[in-house]
């Protein structure tokens, strides 16, 4: 079982930064993290995932080479650095962790999920 709680949403002009964070207890190794975002009216949707244990990470075409995704093992807490944001961002984030090795995008595959963490981009 793995729980996880994210945090560090919040209100930013466009063009601004923010950084999420997702602590996990539980047992993480041998996951796969996301991270998910669902705005007013529209479905939920990837944003991006990385291993646990490793290093490679897959993001979504709308916000690559703005959101980077990272991880501190020490911390066991999962970070989304969010640049250049716009306000197509704005939008519930959700953290969320599958067991497996393979990084999938369909929120079905994930079994564990945090409460959620609002991020409004203003114009």
């Known amino acids: 079982q793995v729980q996880l709680e994210e945090s560090g949403g919040g209100l930013v002009q466009a063009e601004g930064s923010l950084r999420l964070s997702c602590a996990a207890s539980?047992?993480?190794?041998?996951?796969?993290v996301g991270w998910f975002r669902q705005a007013p009216g529209k479905e939920r949707e990837f944003v991006s995932a990385?291993?646990?244990?490793?290093?490679?990470?897959v993001y979504a075409d709308s916000v690559k080479g703005r959101f980077t995704i990272s991880r501190d093992n020490a911390k066991n807490t999962v970070y989304l650095q969010m640049t250049s944001l716009k306000p197509e961002d704005t939008a519930v984030y959700y953290c969320?962790?599958?067991?497996?090795?393979?990084?999938?995008?369909?929120?079905?595959?994930?079994?564990?999920w945090g409460q959620g963490t609002q991020v409004t981009v203003s114009s």
């Open positions: 990385m291993h646990w244990g490793g290093s490679m990470t």
């Open positions: 539980g047992r993480t190794f041998g996951t796969v």
């Open positions: 969320a962790g599958r067991r497996g090795v393979v990084i999938l995008r369909a929120d079905r595959e994930y079994e564990y």
